[in-house]
T-cell receptor, first 116, second 115 residues
């Protein structure tokens, strides 16, 4: 079946540094990718929607200068957490949509970010 | 407003007993409905989905769900729970035939299995 690879699965960084998370669709082209954030024992909250070759659309309350999203190709989207702070510590999950209806919507395995 | 409600935050079931996890949705358009399972520190695994047709859908790991339009519900069931089913379960809804639109998730139900 289709696979979405998310890397790294776990990262610890110092406050003030930047962290890049990659999301790749391995056997299909993802016209749209979604980035979610999940706090412990909470649901997934949509952060932004990115379409290949265009700027990401951010949800209300999500700082686009802090969470930089790049969807440069049909198989890769990246989320960069800039100048990370402890409150950015969270579980981040990407989702890739092939654009062929809801049949082709897959999730990555997530990235646990801990900012010290 | 579009939303998904999972009324039960935490459920404990004895191993071998039956399970039902509730999900109610509010959605303006024709919905597609999903159930996902998440183990600690892991991503989401799709259990099953409803797009159209038969309102009782079968999924992986012995799960099934029934879509009831009149009740705006999509409850997940399993006749006999195994200890390995302990996890977080999320119900989600999305628009039919609108690729590129994110799903809306419920807050999740934590399932514990007792021996």
């Amino acid at each position: 079946g289709a696979v979405v690879s998310q890397h790294p699965s776990w990262v610890i960084c110092k406050s003030g540094t930047s962290v890049k998370i990659e999301c790749r669709s391995l056997d299909f082209q993802a016209t749209t990718m979604f980035w979610y954030r999940q706090f412990p024992k909470q649901s997934l909250m949509l952060m932004a929607t990115s379409n290949e070759g265009s700027k990401a659309t951010y949800e209300q309350g999500v700082e686009k200068d802090k969470f930089l999203i790049n969807h440069a190709s049909l198989t890769l989207s990246t989320l960069t957490v800039t100048s990370a702070h402890p409150e950015d510590s969270s579980f981040y999950i990407c989702s890739a949509d092939s654009g062929q209806g809801r049949e082709k919507l897959f999730f990555g395995s997530g990235t646990q970010l801990s900012v010290l | 407003a579009q939303s998904v409600t999972q009324p039960d935050i935490h459920i404990t079931v004895s191993e071998g007993a039956s399970l039902e996890l509730r999900c109610n949705y509010s959605y303006g358009a024709t919905p597609y409905l999903f159930w996902y399972v998440q183990s600690p520190g892991q991503g989401l695994q799709l259990l099953l989905k409803y797009f159209s047709g038969d309102t009782l859908v079968q999924g992986i790991k012995g799960f099934e769900a029934e879509f009831k339009r009149s009740q705006s519900s999509f409850n997940l069931r399993k006749p006999s729970v195994h200890w390995s089913d302990a996890a977080e379960y999320f119900c989600a809804v999305g628009p039919a035939n609108q690729a590129g639109t994110a799903l809306i998730f419920g807050k999740g139900t934590t399932l514990s299995v007792s021996s």
